[in-house]
């Protein structure tokens, strides 16, 4: 793992001084405007590297995609549709066991969906995924090799990486002074206190669960009854100080200031921090933290349904995803982290400068960062998290 992140922060230096070499800055172009320093294009064009050769007639007209909140520029979509004349249905999930009990329920009618790592092991074992047809995956190339065949897929039999990122404390400046540095921030009542009911946690039985752990001093995974019961106090003591437990607009709020703190994912931070598109406009004071206890390292993959009607259009649509360009745009309106070497190569400097900040991992972070695992012990999140929130 670390070596992948290595390279992956060498190519985010290797792209700090290409860009550095042709000025760094915005330009003037000779008709006087200013040029953006980057080469991402804004409208989708077939890579050079796509070489798929899409049989049209094989294509559907729909295509359903049940995705994270915030987590696709939707002007994507448009393109894909123009394209290939597939309209994408995009449903919305904030945690993967909500998205879980939809799928599990059957005839979802879902193709495509973005389960994260441990969810993936739990899909593909519980028989809910399609095995992939790697031939219809040429950009599967451009992935990063140090970010497949991870431990939740072996081989990538079931799932592509679509983006991956870090959990830890977005925080207001203008509030903090000090700045922030551990979980303390979160849990510690004589700390919440001064913020109560302006701070939120990820509903999210693994994500709040892991930072109490972290908190204590245990691994995100660890499930001993002593640990789990001391975890499970220290959330229902931190209840009644919660705003709410919110996985859905933790960005908005950050960036209205109805937050001051949450516990977030480092790209509805980053959304926070420059805004969302069209949608809303960012906090330049919002700043994330990996607390120096520890956090999570995740990445969301795409997965094709074992029912669904659509494969092949849903490959279709995957192999677009990765498509560098389109890869770049999309890891810049919505902020997480893109597996896609090629993609983060043609990212601009603003997005890379706030990388460096703390909105990707350094090596000296990685070393904090732990993956959740899938194991018999771990499905017990599930009813200590119904009976923390039923608190
Ligand atoms: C985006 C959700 C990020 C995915 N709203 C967390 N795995």
């Known amino acids: 793992m670390l070596k992948g992140h290595t390279r992956f922060i060498a190519l985010l230096l290797i792209g700090l001084f290409?860009?550095?070499?042709?000025?760094?800055?915005?330009?003037?172009?000779?008709?006087?405007?200013?040029?953006?320093?980057?080469?991402?294009?804004?409208?989708?064009?077939?890579?050079?590297?796509?070489?798929?050769?899409?049989?049209?007639?094989?294509?559907?007209?729909?295509?359903?995609?049940?995705?994270?909140?915030?987590?696709?520029?939707?002007?994507?979509?448009?393109d894909f549709e123009r394209e290939y004349g597939v309209r994408v249905i995009v449903d919305l999930f904030d945690a993967n066991e909500d998205m879980l009990a939809k799928v599990r329920a059957g005839r979802s009618g879902y193709d495509i969906i973005t389960p994260s790592d441990y969810a993936v092991d739990i899909m593909w074992r519980e028989g809910l995924l399609a095995?992939?047809?790697?031939?219809?995956?040429?950009?599967?190339?451009?992935?990063?090799?140090?970010?497949?065949?991870?431990?939740f897929?072996?081989?990538?039999?079931?799932?592509?990486?679509?983006?991956?990122?870090?959990?830890?404390?977005?925080?207001?400046?203008?509030?903090?002074?000090?700045?922030?540095?551990?979980?303390?921030?979160?849990?510690?009542?004589?700390?919440?206190?001064?913020?109560?009911?302006q701070f939120s946690m990820l509903d999210d039985e693994r994500e709040s669960f892991g930072a109490a752990l972290k908190y204590l001093g245990y691994s995100v995974n660890e499930t001993s009854p002593e640990a789990l019961r001391q975890a499970q106090e220290l959330l229902?003591?931190?209840?009644?100080?919660?705003?709410?437990?919110?996985?859905?607009?933790?960005?908005?709020?950050l960036a209205s200031g109805e937050y001051i703190i949450a516990h977030s994912w480092s790209g509805a931070a980053l959304q926070a921090r420059n805004g969302l598109g069209s949608e809303f406009s960012g906090n330049p004071d919002i700043v994330f933290v990996i607390p120096k206890e520890g956090g999570v390292i995740w990445m969301d993959n795409m997965v094709i349904l074992a029912d669904s009607p659509n494969a092949y259009t849903a490959h279709v649509f995957m192999n677009f995803l990765m498509r560098p360009d389109i890869a770049a745009r999309n890891a810049e309106y919505i902020g997480y982290l893109s597996p896609n070497v090629e993609a983060i190569k043609l990212l601009p400097q603003e997005i890379i400068d706030l990388y460096n900040e703390g909105f990707a991992p350094n090596e000296e972070v990685l070393k904090r960062l732990e993956w959740m695992v899938r194991n018999e012990q771990t499905s017990a999140f599930t009813s200590l998290w119904t009976a923390v929130k039923g608190e």
């Open 236 to 253: 229902i003591a931190q209840k009644p100080f919660l705003a709410a437990y919110n996985s859905s607009d933790v960005n908005r709020k």
């Open 18 to 78: 290409a860009l550095a070499a042709c000025g760094g800055q915005p330009t003037a172009s000779p008709g006087g405007a200013t040029a953006e320093p980057t080469t991402a294009p804004a409208t989708a064009q077939p890579s050079a590297g796509d070489d798929l050769q899409v049989d049209r007639s094989r294509l559907s007209r729909e295509l359903r995609f049940f995705n994270w909140s915030d987590y696709i520029d939707p002007s994507i979509l448009e």
């Open 153 to 197: 897929d072996p081989g990538n039999v079931y799932s592509v990486p679509y983006m991956y990122g870090i959990t830890g404390i977005a925080y207001n400046r203008q509030f903090f002074p000090n700045g922030v540095d551990s979980w303390a921030a979160l849990f510690d009542t004589t700390q919440i206190e001064r913020y109560r009911k």
């Open 131 to 151: 095995k992939l047809d790697k031939s219809l995956l040429p950009n599967l190339k451009n992935i990063d090799p140090d970010l497949l065949d991870k431990y």
